[in-house]
Every structure is written in structure tokens, then in C-alpha cells.
């Protein structure tokens, strides 16, 4: 806590010897992500930039009460990098036919996302153990034999109920919140 | 029976949401979208659900109106978050100029070599790196040479004053003129917070120093950088490898800083 609030002032007040720190720390584990994932060393900075932005806009808005700097510093500049590599992919499949928007706009549209997605994470975090794994692997692409497979389930149709019930209830959480209602969906 | 539809609506969706129409199921389901809000509504929140929480992919659905998108620039147009913006690039530019390439073999490679290293140095020649210090210290130590701010006629300002009583190593008289006198609005504040931060170090008070040259780079002024190359100074004074670093890197992010070039040549032996 006491780290957050120390890199998020000098960030505010623009102390260069703390942000300089920041990179220090966390700068090699970003970049390593970054080039693991088909990106270039140029846009590692571009990452980092919104990341620190994000966490700034956040903090003005409400203070952060976060536990680890690093661990939610890092989550922020993944998604920012996931966000990246489906533009670029969306950029492909219409033949490079996407309005090339400012900065400031990207970064907008992502402070909103990040903010969904957030919300989505809370209610997912509101699931039992058992659904998170099943909804965990199902939600990144597993088909429902490989969930059988990897859970030990009976058969094919409990992997199915088991997944529907999961859905339904993370579906319920969601809906039940009244920021739902803002997410103009 | 209702839940056995349910069931199989929930089934058309996800296979929606996870591209495993075929086209002509595609073309009939989303016709059933257009004409059925309800069903577009929930199609909307399951695809957005199911991209979130894809780690392989990213929800963009679109969800903000202009206003709040045109709300959200202005906010980081205002001139706290500019500089913020400003300082995170300056600062990832000086970064990414750092011969780091070192650092990340000896992470990569030889951390173990790195950490038999740095104990060796640890154990056996502090000695040698005190006494470098010292001489930078030596080398570049400037306090009996502090920039002049006052022009010609204007003798009897207050800082013209304190400029006089340093210069003549009176510096207990120089503190208690400048703190009387002092004044934030003055253009001559940063200014005099070089005079009384100098003049508290050479009455032995670092700790002071340092706090007045904090106050100096918080000026956000031409001579912020002044506080950083004094805190350098004392850093040097005193032997503080880590901090002396820290200040050098930080002068090093721009060649405006001042005494820039000096920062280059202690740091191209530290």
C-alpha cells in the first residue's frame, strides 16, 4: 500500500527519480511479456505509458486500495497489450480498412474497457472454486471434452449443465449490479 | 420444456459468441438478432463476458458514448496529468538510452555470478569506492561558486543581501536573512532556496539541504534542476552511492538539466 501510494504522488507531481524507479522495477518483466506475445520492443513504452496513465486517472478518481503494486501494474499493461493485438487483428481481417484514432482516444477507449472488464473480474471472483475453474477453461476455448477430460467429469452432458449453471449465475451477478445498467452494452 | 429452450438458446449463443456458426446458421441467427432485442441484448453481454474473460482475447464492444469518450480526453488534457504524461516518457526515454543490456544477461544468465560479485565488492573494497566518491565530491563541488541572480542596481533586494552574507561564509546569518525574508511568490524564490539550501549544508545540515532542494525541484521552474545536481552533491559528500545515482539518472533524462555535461562525466566513471 504504502509503495502504491508512494509511485502514484510522484507520478502526480511529476518526481522524475520515482518514476524512473517504476521502470527500473517493473520495465524488464513488462518488455519480456510483451516480445513473448509477437509485440516490438517500440511498443513496450507505448504499454507502460498508459499503464502508469491508467493507474494516475484511477487513483484521482478514488483512491486505489491495492495490495501489490506490481501484480495489478502488470495485469493493467497485459490488457493493454491484449486490446493492442485485437485492434491489430481486427486491422487484418478488414484488410487494414480501421480510422487510425489519437492517443488520448485509444487511451480513453481503454480506461473504459478496463473498467468493464474489472467489474466482470469482481463478479467472476463471486463464483464458487469449482466454477471458476470449469468457466475458466471454458471461457478460454476449451471444448466441453477437453473440460471433461481435464475435470474428470461422468460425461459430456454434466460438463454442459455444469457450464450452463456457471454461465447463468455470473450472468445473474452481473445483471443484479446496478452498474450493469451503465455499460450501455 | 422451458428450460430444455432456454438450455438450447444459451447453446446458440455461446456457439455464436465463439464462432462455431456455420454460415448459413450464422446468416439465420443474426437475422433473429435484429428483429429480437431481447436476444440482441443478451447476445451483447455474453460476447462481451466471453471476450473479457478470454485471456487470448480483448472486449471492445462498444459501450461509451462520445460525451463520456470527449470527458475522459479532457480530463487527461489538464495540465496535472499533461505533466505526468510528459514526465512517464521523458523519463522511459532516458530509460530506454541506459545501457541496460548488462543488467538483463546478468538476470538472465549469470545472476549467480552477479550476486558472488556484488558480495565480493561488498567485502573487500568499499574502502576504494568511498574514496571515489570523495574525489568526485572533490572534483565537482561548486558551493563557493553559486550562480549570481542578481542583476546590477538591484543591491539592496533581499537576495542580493543573502548572496553577500554567503559569499562571505557567514551562512547562519544567510539562513536567518533568507528565512525571514523569504517569499514563495517572489520570482526570486527558486533562487533563494539555492542560497538557503547551500547555505544550511555548509553549516552542516544535509538534511535540511536536501529538504530545501526538494522544495527547489518542486518549483516546477527553469531552476528545478539546480536541486537535483546540489542533492547530487551532497549525496557524493556523503558516500550515498544509491542516491547520488538516482540523482544522476535524473539530470541525465534531459540536456536542459543543469550541469548536465557534468552529470555525463561523473557518470561515465561511477
Known amino acids: ?185 | 420444456m422451458n428450460s430444455e429452450f432456454e438450455h438450447m438458446r444459451e447453446e446458440e449463443i455461446m456457439r455464436f459468441v465463439r464462432g462455431e456458426m456455420g454460415p448459413e446458421e450464422l446468416n439465420a441467427f443474426e437475422e433473429q438478432i435484429k428483429s429480437d432485442s431481447l436476444l440482441k441484448e443478451e447476445v451483447a453481454l455474453q460476447r462481451s463476458v466471453y471476450n473479457s474473460l478470454n485471456e487470448n482475447e480483448w472486449d471492445t464492444s462498444e459501450m461509451s458514448t462520445t460525451e463520456e469518450i470527449e470527458e475522459l480526453k479532457n480530463v487527461l488534457n489538464e495540465p496535472g496529468l499533461k505533466r505526468a504524461s510528459e514526465t512517464i516518457k521523458q523519463v522511459g526515454n532516458t530509460y530506454a538510452s541506459m545501457d541496460t543490456s548488462e543488467l538483463k544477461t546478468s538476470k538472465k544468465t549469470y545472476k549467480w555470478l552477479a550476486m558472488a560479485a556484488t558480495l565480493l565488492l561488498l567485502l573487500t573494497i568499499p574502502f576504494l569506492l568511498k574514496n571515489q566518491d570523495k574525489d568526485f565530491y572533490t572534483t565537482y563541488e561548486d558551493w563557493n561558486a553559486l550562480p549570481s541572480f542578481v542583476e546590477k542596481g538591484s543591491s539592496q533586494n533581499s537576495l542580493a543581501l543573502a548572496e553577500e552574507l554567503y559569499k562571505k561564509d557567514k551562512f547562519e546569518e544567510t539562513i536567518a536573512h533568507l528565512k525571514e525574508n523569504i517569499d514563495a511568490e517572489s520570482t526570486l524564490y527558486p533562487a533563494s532556496l539555492i542560497y538557503l539550501g547551500a547555505a544550511y549544508f555548509k553549516s552542516q545540515n544535509s538534511a535540511k539541504a536536501l529538504a530545501v532542494f526538494d522544495q527547489l525541484v518542486d518549483t516546477k521552474t527553469l531552476y528545478s534542476s539546480y536541486g537535483y545536481w546540489y542533492k547530487l552533491l551532497i549525496y557524493l559528500q556523503k558516500n550515498d552511492q544509491t542516491n547520488a545515482q538516482k540523482m544522476l539518472d535524473v539530470i541525465l533524462t534531459s540536456p536542459d538539466n543543469y550541469n548536465f555535461k557534468k552529470a555525463e562525466e561523473i557518470n561515465a566513471s561511477f
Not at chain 1, 513488462?30 to 513496450?44: A, P
Request: proline share 1%; charged share 30%.
Open chain 1, 1 to 185: 500500500m504504502e509503495e502504491t501510494e508512494k509511485y502514484l504522488t510522484a507520478l502526480l507531481k511529476g518526481d522524475s527519480t520515482v518514476v524512473l524507479d517504476i521502470y527500473q522495477k517493473f520495465f524488464y518483466k513488462v518488455e519480456s511479456f510483451i516480445l513473448d506475445n509477437h509485440g516490438k520492443k517500440e511498443d513496450v513504452q507505448d504499454v507502460f505509458h498508459d499503464a502508469l496513465m491508467y493507474l494516475l486517472l484511477k487513483h484521482r478518481e478514488k483512491p486505489l486500495k491495492i495490495n501489490s503494486f506490481e501484480a495489478y501494474f502488470f495485469t493493467i499493461c497485459k490488457n493493454i497489450w491484449r486490446r493492442t493485438l485485437k485492434n491489430n487483428k481486427t486491422r487484418v481481417m478488414n484488410d487494414g480498412d480501421l480510422a487510425l484514432v489519437d492517443n488520448e482516444t485509444n487511451l480513453s477507449h481503454f480506461i473504459l474497457e478496463q473498467k468493464r472488464w474489472e467489474f466482470y473480474q469482481e463478479k467472476f471472483q463471486m463464483l464458487s472454486g469449482n466454477c471458476k475453474e470449469v468457466l475458466g477453461n471454458y471461457f478460454n476455448g476449451m471444448s466441453y471434452e477437453e473440460i471433461l477430460e481435464d475435470l474428470t467429469y461422468s460425461s459430456i452432458n454434466t460438463v454442459r449443465q455444469r457450464v450452463f449453471k456457471c454461465k447463468a449465475k455470473i450472468i445473474q451477478l452481473i445483471k443484479e449490479d446496478l452498474r450493469y445498467h451503465k455499460l450501455k452494452l
